[in-house]
């Protein structure tokens, strides 16, 4: 079966500069969800966007979700070194019989230099 | 503490010797998933449960089975492992509400398991 993608696979910054990643899904989806993972490690959640909603924010973090392109951006704003993490976004596919699973995207791994 | 706890955390096995990884959450979640996760190819999930004896594949199911028989736990069982199996494997929990389709998921610290 076929996962979301994301871009870029890697994106190297300095601190204090923004850093954009992008999720394309390809079902209906209810939400979808960002998480962080330092590497290696268990995934943590970040932020989760409804199919109704087209931006939200939390913290130095903005997600867009544009259910008519099947796509999602997130931009952490004024980033720090321990912002370094792989980002994955996932989609919580809506209805039919794939009704419970989450589908992940392949992750952008950020560096951010001090 | 909230929180999603996964044994054991590493296992070298043989190919063809049963394992069971077990996952346990004390969140009170009806929802609870298996997850791999390989390089270049992020999370794929294995199973999910959004009940007590309700589970469901995912996308990679082949060589895994599991179990809801109590709410808390989901453990993965492996009844004849092979190498393509070696991996880091994740289990995560997370409330379900009909209509709202799966919600944040809360992650375990994850196995890493090699098949020789």
């Known amino acids: 079966s076929q996962q979301g993608e994301e871009d870029p696979q890697a994106l190297s910054i300095q601190e204090g500069e923004n850093a954009t990643m992008n999720c394309s899904y390809k079902?209906?989806?209810?939400?979808l969800q960002w998480y962080r993972q330092n590497s290696g490690r268990g995934l943590v959640h970040l932020i989760l966007?409804?199919?109704?909603?087209r931006e939200k924010h939390s913290g130095r973090l903005r997600v867009t979700l544009d259910t008519s392109k099947k796509s999602s951006s997130l931009l952490i704003t004024a980033s720090r070194a321990a912002d370094t993490a792989s980002y994955f976004c996932?989609?919580?596919?809506?209805?039919?019989?794939?009704?419970?699973?989450?589908?992940f995207g392949q992750g952008t791994i950020l560096t951010v230099h001090p | 503490e909230a929180q999603v706890t996964q044994n054991p955390r590493y296992l070298i096995t043989v190919t063809g010797k049963k394992l069971t990884v077990t996952c346990s959450q004390n969140?009170?979640?009806?929802?609870m998933s298996w997850y791999r996760q390989d390089p270049g190819l992020g999370l794929r999930q294995i199973y999910y449960?959004?009940?007590?004896?309700?589970?469901d594949k995912g996308d990679v199911p082949e060589g895994y089975k599991v179990s809801r028989k109590e709410k808390r736990n989901f453990p993965l069982i492996l009844e004849s492992p092979s190498p393509n199996q070696t991996s880091l494997y994740f289990c995560?929990?997370?409330?379900?509400?009909?209509?709202?389709?799966?919600?944040?998921?809360?992650f375990g610290p994850g196995t890493r398991l090699l098949v020789l």
């Open positions: 995560a929990s997370s409330p379900y509400f009909a209509g709202e389709g799966v919600e944040t998921q809360y």
């Open positions: 079902t209906s989806i209810n939400n």
């Open positions: 966007i409804r199919s109704n909603e």
């Open positions: 996932a989609s919580a596919n809506a209805g039919g019989t794939s009704y419970g699973k989450l589908t």
């Open positions: 969140m009170n979640h009806e929802y």
């Open positions: 449960s959004m009940n007590v004896e309700v589970t």
